[in-house]
């Protein structure tokens, strides 16, 4: 992969970053519109634009990082919880076409709520639930 984009200029330093972690595959840095403080994004170096293109290998490469990085980032903003989130395409509100995990903590009063505040249920019978549940497993 060649292609450059917003989140490989960051890595290659060409565009300064609060950076928070570096390994050969991955980097961590501060979101630059924080939602909350401390909201960091943790991405694959390799400019991979949605989660199902990343190789299984380096998406665990990267998840172990949000894995570990999530007490760090909880710690150094004393916050009591967070949100890890990745907007996976366009349609989901991706703006940044190289995929990112968002790791935003979440305090008592910082007045939003659950991923679920984001949507209304959706109304499906027995039928649909068992339809679907099979076309997933049918695309495994
Ligand atoms: P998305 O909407 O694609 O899930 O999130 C993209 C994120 O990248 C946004 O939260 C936005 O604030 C952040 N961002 C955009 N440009 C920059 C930048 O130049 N530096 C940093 N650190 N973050 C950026």
Do not use: C
């Amino acid at each position: 992969m060649s292609e450059e984009t917003l989140f490989t200029r960051i890595v290659d330093g060409e565009i300064p970053s609060y950076s928070v972690y570096e390994d050969d595959t991955t980097y961590a840095f501060l979101d630059a519109n924080p939602l909350t403080p401390g909201h960091t994004l943790v991405i694959p170096k390799e400019p991979y634009e949605r989660f199902q293109d990343v190789p299984a290998d380096l998406a665990a490469d990267v998840f172990a990082v949000v894995h570990a990085l999530t007490p760090a980032v909880e710690a150094a903003v004393d916050a009591p919880a967070s949100t890890i989130a990745i907007n996976n395409g366009e349609t989901a509100g991706q703006e940044v076409a190289h995929v990112h995990w968002h790791i935003i903590p979440r305090f008592e009063d910082d007045g939003t709520g659950p991923v679920h505040a984001l949507f209304e249920y959706a109304d499906l019978d027995e039928d649909r639930m068992a339809s679907i549940a099979a076309a997933i497993r049918e695309n495994e």
